[in-house]
């Protein structure tokens, strides 16, 4: 028996595929979407939001610049409005002063001696009053923790400028007098300490007094021996204080309206002697 014939092999044939140009093209291809998208993908999680961020920092770096400017710039010009408020305020209370003072007094008087504004000569229990002696008007006291007034009991003042120049010889205080009802001892009284201290009071009687302003000043000549110009000026409730032309103090009060001018001694804890001289005032 004879094997049958093998069967014949039939020969391999190529399927219609691509070739290999287009292969590698497609591959290449592939390749640059992949890195087109990492691209897009650093550009949109990486890249961009760091340069929003560098943005909005540089932004709000400026603002803060301009803020802080605007700030300083601010406070400048504040600091520079106060600095102009005072100067104009300081320059206005000193301007009252020389307005006050600028024309020809109604009054005014050496205390080289008695004339018709009918300045007290009078003793002091104790020791010590008021007269004229070397040219000047002298008040004094020798009784420790006393004052003694004097007062031009021909004059009446209601709105002034008064001035007097004044010395405390030696001892403790010296002021003016004004708006005063001598035989009630009502009056407002500016005194002057000779350690350089300087205060307004109101007496309601012999015994009773009101302080109304109190202060130390640059422009006091201090201790005895030196002489100090003192000015009160007074315009309804308002009185203005002034030591050697310069403000010193302003004080607001309504309790007398008028009356006579006068000065003072005051013997705190030592025998004062106080020399008063060229007496002015102004009315207003």
């Avoid at 039939?10 to 990492?38: D, F, K, Y």
């Avoid at 400048?76 to 000193?94: H, I, N, S, W, Y």
């Avoid at 403000?247 to 006068?262: A, L, M, N, R």
Wanted: aromatic share 12%; with cysteine; glycine share 10%.
């Amino acid at each position: 028996m004879q094997l049958p014939p093998a069967v014949q092999q039939q020969p391999a044939q190529h399927a219609g595929g691509l070739s290999r140009g287009m292969l590698i093209l497609l591959i290449v291809l592939a390749l640059l979407s992949m890195v087109s998208g990492i691209g897009l993908i650093y550009y949109s999680t990486v890249y961009h939001p760091a340069q929003l961020h560098a943005q909005a920092t540089a932004t709000t770096q400026a603002f803060q610049t301009r803020e802080a400017q605007g700030m300083a710039t601010a406070n400048a010009q504040a600091t520079g409005t106060a600095v102009a408020f005072v100067q104009a305020t300081a320059t206005a209370l000193q301007n009252i002063y020389t307005s006050a003072t600028s024309g020809s007094p109604t009054l005014s008087d050496s205390l080289a001696g008695n004339n018709e504004s009918g300045w007290d000569e009078d003793q002091a229990q104790g020791g010590g009053g008021c007269g004229f002696t070397g040219g000047a008007y002298h008040v004094s006291l020798y009784s420790k923790g006393f004052y003694f007034p004097c007062f031009a009991q021909n004059t009446n003042f209601s709105n002034l400028a008064y001035q007097v120049q004044m010395t405390i010889t030696r001892g403790d205080y010296g002021g003016l007098i004004f708006r005063a009802n001598s035989t009630a001892t009502k009056f407002y009284v500016f005194r002057l300490e000779s350690d350089g201290i300087y205060d307004l009071f109101v007496s309601q009687d012999n015994n009773h007094t009101t302080e109304l302003s109190y202060g130390n000043s640059p422009a006091i000549h201090k201790y005895a021996g030196h002489s100090n110009l003192l000015t009160v000026v007074a315009r309804g409730s308002n009185m203005y204080l002034y030591i050697n032309k310069q403000y010193v103090s302003t004080v607001s009060d309504d309790t007398y309206k008028s009356g006579q001018i006068g000065v003072f001694a005051e013997d705190h804890t030592n025998p004062t002697d106080v020399a008063f001289s060229n007496v002015q005032v102004w009315k207003l």
